[in-house]
């Protein structure tokens, strides 16, 4: 009697697409596969605190308060676990309610952390909605400067203009000067070239990071042919987000997705055009990353893609690709 075939990644994996699974060994290596399929579940509650409005100690002792328990998240001083209630307990705060706390994964905090947008300067959020890293670079600009944020698609412009009030963002303030827009990138560009100090082009994606084994809803959409797609549009917006960038500046290129066409290959081919673009390493201390992924369908990547950074998932953090580029002054 033949043996059932086993699937790969174990029982982690179940009932996630076989091609994904296929594709997955070959991106993450054998070694690595049972490790991250274990990670396709639902993460706990992660939040940051608002630093527009409040203070870190100021929301923990209210937390304490209420008897809610929390983890320091150790390579970002804002952001924290919830360990003893759910998400739906957190939003019922007043502190959610003023916007003195920010629900977001710990991935989608980890793109503006590399950035490091600082105050007085300019910045770009070319994709901007709903807000999370919007408002993430705002904090730690102090609201001291010049920060643009962007998104083609009417409605999520409509929630991000709603976040960015709830937390203060669009608030007026001395030395601040907030924009929203709701155009295509690369018309926008147009009024903005050569003029941003950071531009940080977080690229709608596949989300292959966020599937949850078992959970249709999360990877139902998803084909071969999706990722193909994905990666034409993030080129553009890459591209884009590039002509913005001042010489001496520095754009940061991130997706929740674990295809290289979408991650190193992008990356690969925006080195053939822009000339004076050169790749930054970067790392969060702490964290485990994958290997870039130097080959893909028979096709070899600039080694330069080494520099570039897959973040290892984990139970809490979903997996994450960060390219941090400067544009050379010529």
């Known amino acids: 009697m033949a043996k059932k075939k086993k699937k790969k990644g174990g029982s982690a994996s179940r009932r996630l ?48 308060e209420q008897g809610i328990t929390i983890k320091r998240v150790p390579w970002y001083s804002d952001a924290f676990v919830l360990t003893n209630k759910s998400q739906k307990g957190l939003s019922s705060l007043d502190l959610y309610a003023e916007g003195k706390i920010y629900l977001q994964s710990l991935a989608s905090m980890a793109p503006p952390f590399i950035l490091d947008p600082q105050p007085g300067e300019k910045v770009l959020d070319l994709t901007a909605a709903p807000g999370s890293k919007t408002s993430q670079m705002a904090a ?30 669009d608030e007026e303030a001395d030395d601040w000067n907030f924009t929203l827009h709701n155009i295509d990138g690369e018309v926008l560009v147009e009024t903005y070239e050569n003029y941003f100090d950071k531009v940080l082009v977080d690229a709608p994606c596949s989300g292959e990071s966020r599937f949850i084994a078992g959970s249709a809803r999360t990877y139902r959409f998803w084909n071969e042919e999706y990722v193909r797609k994905m990666a034409f549009e993030q080129s553009k917006l890459l591209m884009a987000g590039w002509k913005a960038l001042k010489p001496g500046g520095t754009l940061v290129y991130s997706t929740c997705t674990m295809s290289p066409e979408e991650n190193e290959r992008r990356i690969d081919k925006f080195l053939l055009h822009a000339k004076d673009a050169k790749i930054i390493p970067c790392s969060i201390k702490g964290q485990k990353m994958l290997p870039p992924v130097v080959k893909w369908e028979e096709t070899p990547y600039t080694n330069e893609v080494k520099k570039t950074l897959r973040i290892f998932p984990t139970d809490q953090m979903e997996g994450f690709y960060v390219a941090k580029i400067t544009k050379l002054v010529t």
């Open 17 to 64: 697409p076989e091609v994904f699974l296929e594709r997955l060994e070959r991106i993450v290596g054998r070694s690595n596969m049972e490790q991250v399929c274990k990670t396709f579940v639902e993460k706990p509650t992660t939040f940051r605190v608002n630093t527009i409005k409040t203070t870190v100690q100021q929301v923990l002792s209210t937390l304490q």
């Open 140 to 169: 730690m600009m102090n609201k001291k400067g010049e920060l643009v944020a962007n998104d083609i698609h009417p409605i999520r412009g409509q929630r991000l203009a709603h976040n960015m009030h709830a937390l203060g963002v």
